[in-house]
């Protein structure tokens, strides 16, 4: 089974801190990504990674950053946090196309609930 | 513009109750269209995924199939553990790897 891990379930922060999530896979994915997942707004693509040490914006990268130092290590930092960060974070790994089409699928950890105070 | 969205917003049905859940897309071609289901606080769990009109995926109670605009979730004789948020996602052609989510169903199952 495809194992997604994520560092933290719940975080409580203060403004201006500087946040990292940490989310590890165990399947040698190539693929790998941070949403946010908020009420009314679904899950929004932050950034994702397809290779160590390469990274491309979603749709709202604003305010984060990301490394990916190892394949099976992608982190997400918060510069400066602020109280419009606070939400559920979620990581998700998926094989890419070297996978194969029917293999593609993304799998996701168990979330990180961040409290921006 | 891709889009996905996703009826009911919110479903409630009795233990037994019978039904479907509507999610339609449009995408400049797809690549696969994705269920997963979603407990409250935790991250969403894959249940199928289907690429081309016609497909049909089936486990346990449910049931997913696809046209060209497309996907429905059939609920049969749903349990209260069937309760969960239910997301569909779209792969478009033009994407390497990401996808696109619907808003979700919110599916309560009543004893």
């Known amino acids: 089974d495809v194992k997604v891990t994520q560092s933290s379930r719940y975080l409580v922060k203060r403004t201006g801190e500087k946040v990292f999530l940490e989310c590890v896979q165990d399947m040698d994915h190539e693929n790998m990504f941070w949403y946010r997942q908020d009420p009314g707004l679904g899950l929004r693509l932050i950034y994702f990674s397809y290779d160590v040490k390469m990274k491309e914006k979603g749709d709202i990268p604003e305010g984060y950053s990301v490394s990916r130092e190892k394949k099976e290590r992608f982190s997400l930092i918060l510069e400066s946090a602020s109280t419009n960060q606070t939400s559920m974070y979620l990581c998700?790994?998926?094989?890419?196309?070297?996978?194969?089409?029917?293999?593609?699928?993304?799998?996701f950890g168990a979330g990180t609930r961040l409290s921006v105070l | 513009e891709d889009q996905v969205t996703q009826s009911p917003e919110a479903l409630r049905l009795q233990e037994g109750e019978s039904s479907s859940l509507n999610c339609s897309y449009t995408v400049s071609g797809l690549r696969g269209l994705f269920w997963y289901r979603q407990d409250p606080g935790k991250g969403p769990e894959f249940l199928f995924t289907l690429y081309s009109a016609g497909e049909e995926k089936e486990k346990e109670r449910l049931k997913a199939t696809l046209t060209k605009k497309e996907s429905f979730l059939h609920i049969t004789a749903p349990k209260p553990e069937d309760s969960a948020t239910y997301l569909c996602a779209v792969r478009p052609k033009t994407s390497y790897d990401k996808v696109i989510f619907g808003p979700g169903t919110s599916l309560s199952v009543i004893p």
């Open positions: 998700a790994s998926s094989s890419g196309l070297a996978g194969g089409l029917a293999k593609n699928i993304q799998y």
